[in-house]
Every structure is written in C-alpha cells, then in structure tokens.
Nanobody, 119 residues
Framework: QVQLVESGGGLVQPGGSLRLSCVASGTTFSAYAMGWYRQAPGKQRELVAAIGRYSNTNYADSVKGRFTISRDNAENTVYLQMNSLKPEDTAVYSC?????????????WGQGTQVTVSS
C-alpha cells in the first residue's frame, strides 16, 4: 500500500511562487511514475505535470515554462515548483503514483493541497 502526502499549498498573489511536495511511503518509489493533477471548482481534474522513472517529464500546455516537476528518489519525494502563478492556477493539487515496474496496481492518490492565487 502506497501513502502519498502533499504539502506546500496556500494563498499566493498573482506572479508569485509556491513549491508543492509529495512524500511517498510504503513502497519502492523508483518503481513509480509520478504526477501532479489539479481540479478547480466546477471543472474536471487535469494533469499538470508528470515525471517518469528516469526523470523524463511532460507538462500541460497551460503551465509550460512556469512549472517544473522533479523527483528525489532518495527522499521518496516529488516536487512541483510553480512560478508566475495566475488566478486560473487556483485548484486543489493532488499527487499521483502509477507503478511502471513490477506487478500491476491501481494508481494511488494523495489527499490534495489547496492552491489559491489571488490578490
């Protein structure tokens, strides 16, 4: 069983920055691809950024050039550095773990952390 715990959300002014963290426990972290998703009120959940086992990354077009995903396998942690934040980035951000090596498992989710961008 994998547990994911996010932190780092909060209230920030437009143009500001936040760094989200997601710590995984109960598993071999390096066997998982990790992702950050977000869901704004009244909208569907969307992929923000993902990072594979070898730190290959992909981003939603709306955050390219502003957000950076990274992982530290020694610390079992994935990060999302968010710069130049906009009001439309306001959402609950959730961490996702998807096993890519070994037995098939359903994806795991954290509880989410609120990010609010407002003046």
């Amino acid at each position: 069983q994998v547990q994911l715990v996010e932190s780092g959300g909060g209230l920030v002014q437009p143009g500001g920055s936040l760094r989200l963290s997601c710590v995984a426990s109960g598993t071999t972290f390096s066997a998982y691809a990790m992702g950050w998703y977000r869901q704004a009120p009244g909208k569907q959940r969307e992929l923000v950024a993902a990072i594979g086992r070898y730190s290959n990354t992909n981003y939603a077009d709306s955050v390219k050039g502003r957000f950076t995903i990274s992982r530290d396998n020694a610390e079992n942690t994935v990060y999302l550095q968010m710069n130049s934040l906009k009001p439309e980035d306001t959402a609950v951000y959730s961490c996702n773990a998807r096993r890519v090596i070994g037995p098939t498992e359903p994806p795991y989710w954290g509880q989410g952390t609120q990010v609010t961008v407002s003046s």
